[in-house]
């Protein structure tokens, strides 16, 4: 089992920037890639990023340049880095852990999900 905590989220002005952690516990030896999706209200759940162990990273169009997607293997934590952050960023994030090392932009074979974090964003 792996349990994800994720934290950091708050409200920010448009241009503004959060950073989300996600930390993980338990067989975390057996986690490849992992990821961050957020669900806005109505709306259904949406890729944002993905990082594999190795480091390699993948991004939704809606964010690059603005999202960073980084992992500390030592320390079991992903992190996004959320810089001009705009009224439709608005969402609960959540982060997943993929066992496989599959990149699934659904994350429908995510395995493990953390409880989401909200970030909303005013303008």
């Known amino acids: 089992q792996v349990q994800l905590v994720e934290s950091g989220g708050g409200l920010v002005q448009a241009g503004g920037s959060l950073r989300l952690s996600c930390a993980a516990s338990?067989?975390?030896?057996?986690?490849?890639?992992m990821g961050w999706f957020r669900r806005a209200p109505g709306k259904e759940r949406e890729f944002v990023a993905a990082i594999t162990r190795g480091g390699t990273t993948y991004y939704a169009d809606s964010v690059k340049g603005r999202l960073t997607i980084s992992r500390d293997n030592a320390k079991n934590t992903m992190y996004l880095q959320m810089n001009s952050l705009k009224p439709e960023d608005t969402a609960v994030y959540y982060c997943a852990a993929d066992l496989s090392g599959r990149i699934d932009y659904t994350g429908a074979r995510y395995d493990y999900w953390g409880q989401g974090t909200q970030v909303t964003v005013s303008s």
């Open positions: 338990g067989r975390t030896y057996s986690v490849v890639t």
